[in-house]
């Protein structure tokens, strides 16, 4: 995740990390190098529809992943909206995804770190890396 103070990515800053699936830009302003090299080809891009996370991923022909829509104040993996990711949260989306319990609205919407619409044991494993992100400040 690079936060909303990164004003700017250096050329190829990330061209060696060619196991990064994804990169998530949370400053729409942040400027990233006009080299494809910068961010690896197979790596998904998360910015903001209106940033230039996105005309990079355009120019570039990047999977791009829009975060406007997830709502202020939002954090991926907090399904209990407390602003924080624990081991409280990792638990509700185990037993949601075993049919313990249901997490429905603004919660369901934070468990779904990969914004598919659909619960998995992939995201249990991705919360388990520690590969959930705050959205917005």
């Not at 949370?26 to 910015?47: A, E, F, K």
């Not at 406007?68 to 407390?82: E, I, P, R």
């Not at 997490?103 to 779904?112: H, L």
Request: net charge negative; glycine share 8%.
């Amino acid at each position: 995740t690079l936060p909303r103070s990164l004003e700017y990515v250096d050329g190829y800053c990330f061209s060696e990390c060619n196991n990064l699936k994804k990169i998530i830009v949370l400053n729409p302003d942040c400027m990233i190098c006009d080299i494809g090299g910068t961010i690896p080809t197979r790596t998904v891009i998360y910015g903001y529809s209106d940033s230039y996370a996105k005309i990079f991923a355009d120019d570039y022909n990047r999977q791009f992943v829009a975060i406007d829509d997830m709502g202020l104040g939002l954090v991926l993996g907090d399904v209990d909206l407390d602003s924080k990711v624990s081991v409280m949260d990792a638990t509700a989306i185990q037993q949601h995804v075993a049919q313990l319990t249901v997490i429905e609205g603004e919660g369901f919407k934070c468990a779904d770190t990969d914004k598919d619409g659909k619960e998995t044991r992939e995201k249990i494993y991705d919360f388990s890396r520690k590969e959930t992100w705050r959205l917005l400040d």
